[in-house]
């Protein structure tokens, strides 16, 4: 795929979806880190229907670290491996306040240092939390690059040296979300929603629909 295809996919993700955004709810970079831990293998309506209730209560690492182990558990039981989750945030917290005077951290060392933090969530927080051109990816970003022929590459850290490779400067900050909306709801896994695909002409994917 040439730099011209590249930028024009962009182009057109912007024209219909200028500000893009995660679909997380939380209002607070200690609010979506906790969101993104919580959404390994978990989907975003699962998380946000327990945040809604916990954030409300505890949304700080001291209120979550006062709610303890089996309080915690309640709130998020309902989501995958919450009890490894539950785990994870509380050691989280006791971190962030001990290294951190209680705030998230803007390296991507420092994040990965934080227990269930990987290198994907850590671009989610250092891209949407605090603005830096990271991108994050995921299952959906892994499927589109390589099967639009944007970026593609054997595993997600090929696929996202790749992309912050290819993708132009000022399409950087946006594009992990524009790629993620794309893949959740119109390149989709099991059938790509080619008919209704704005970007049909410019994809590379062999087997779409004409």
């Not at 209002?27 to 993104?36: I, M, N, Q, T």
């Not at 051109?133 to 690059?145: G, Q, Y």
Request: glycine fraction near 4%.
């Amino acid at each position: 795929m040439n730099p011209a295809k590249r930028r024009e996919i962009f182009q057109r993700l912007q024209s219909v979806n200028p500000h893009p955004t995660t679909e997380l709810e939380y209002r607070s970079p200690f609010e979506l880190l906790v969101a993104v831990m919580l959404s390994a293998q978990a989907t975003d309506v699962s998380v946000n229907a327990a945040t809604r209730h916990l954030f409300p209560v505890a949304n700080t690492p001291q209120a979550i670290l006062a709610l303890g182990d089996e309080k915690l558990r309640v709130y998020i039981q309902r989501i995958g491996l919450y009890k490894t989750k539950a785990k994870h945030v509380l050691q989280t917290c006791r971190l962030l306040l001990e290294r951190h005077d209680g705030e998230v951290p803007q390296t991507r060392e420092e994040l990965e240092a934080l227990p269930g933090v990987g290198r994907k969530t850590a671009n989610v927080i250092l891209n949407t939390a605090f603005g830096q051109p990271t991108i994050a990816v995921d299952t959906h970003i892994f499927r589109v690059a390589n099967r639009i022929g944007l970026a593609p590459g054997k595993d997600v850290l090929e696929v996202e040296k790749k992309l912050l490779k290819f993708v132009p400067d000022e399409f950087k900050h946006d594009a992990h979300h524009w790629l993620i909306l794309h893949g959740r709801y119109v390149c989709k896994a099991r059938k790509p929603q080619c008919g209704a695909c704005i970007i049909h002409d410019l994809c590379e994917y062999k087997d779409k629909e004409p």
